[in-house]
């Protein structure tokens, strides 16, 4: 009778197995991408360009009410960066903080397509279930990436412009 309990457990544990597995593996190969490969495109757009998408993850997908229940784990491995940590404003560390929120991004699009490995072993609700839970834990941090790299992307673009604009101005 043990056994069969034990055996029932099977697709749920292998599942998890997968899931820690992968996100280990994963998260370790992304934190040795060198920062250079992950340094943000110039040219990431204006003001006006920018404020708008920005308003469309606030009016449509609500990020704000949602985001603080995302947690960060930017510092899981070592080596890695937690995101709150970097509150330096300097541009510099704005510009950190932009390639890590790229590197963020790459380990959740990585990980998303682990589901399909359950179709090795798992019936297929096994398989449906693995992937809805691939989507509901990876599409919310894909998108908060994507709309914490706006707003940073915003914060630049604003600062170059007012330093371009204090840099023309006549001496007085």
Known sequence: ?????????????????????????????????????LSPAFGAGSPATLAPRLAAYQRYLRIRRWK????????????????????????????????????????????WPLWLLTVLWLPAPGVVLNLLFATVFNLPCLLLQRYNRLRLQQLLVCRATALSALASRPPS
């Open 1 to 37: 009778m043990a056994v069969v309990g034990a055996a029932s457990l099977l697709p749920l544990l292998s599942s998890a197995g997968l899931w820690l597995g992968g996100s280990l593996l994963v998260g370790a190969l992304a934190n040795q991408l060198p920062l250079a490969w």
């Open 68 to 111: 603080r229940w995302i947690p960060d784990a930017g510092n899981a491995l070592p080596g890695g960066i937690t995101k709150a940590s970097l509150a330096r404003r300097d541009h510099q560390a704005l510009l950190r903080l932009v390639a890590e929120t790229r590197r963020a991004e790459l380990v959740h699009w990585a990980l």
